[in-house]
């Protein structure tokens, strides 16, 4: 996903139930994180396996939720104690690599072949 630098994004700290799809989440952006739903931000949520992570955000006429799955490896997603984190687009670009947030320069990572 290009993630442009410039744009906000919000990330829901710790795990989410990613059973949640559009509403489920849009509601916790609502009430949870205290956001604009039309904010043309990007809203961040991770499951307790940091396998999986869903981006939800308003797409000029309607919501878009674009998903990533790793198969083998863990995302390094935040915990602390907030009700959400900003981060840049280069950080959450980051994270979707499999890269940790707080990294201080993007180094090129070596992928082990599976099989």
Excluded at 33 to 38: A, R
Excluded at 70 to 84: C, G, I, K, V
Excluded at 91 to 107: I, M, R
């Amino acid at each position: 996903m290009m993630v442009p630098a410039n744009l906000k994004v919000y990330l829901a700290p710790g795990a989410t139930d990613l059973r949640k799809s559009i509403n489920g989440l849009s509601a916790l952006v609502e009430v949870v994180m205290e956001f604009d739903l039309f904010s043309g931000y990007i809203f961040g949520f991770c499951n307790r396996n940091r396998d999986l992570i869903k981006l939800l955000y308003w797409d000029r006429n309607g919501f878009a939720l674009w998903i990533k799955r790793l198969e083998h490896e863990r995302f390094h997603w935040p915990n602390e104690q907030a009700t959400s984190i900003q981060v840049t687009g280069r950080q959450l670009s980051w994270l979707l690599e499999g890269l940790n947030l707080n990294q201080k320069t993007h180094a090129k990572r070596a992928f082990q072949s599976v099989g």
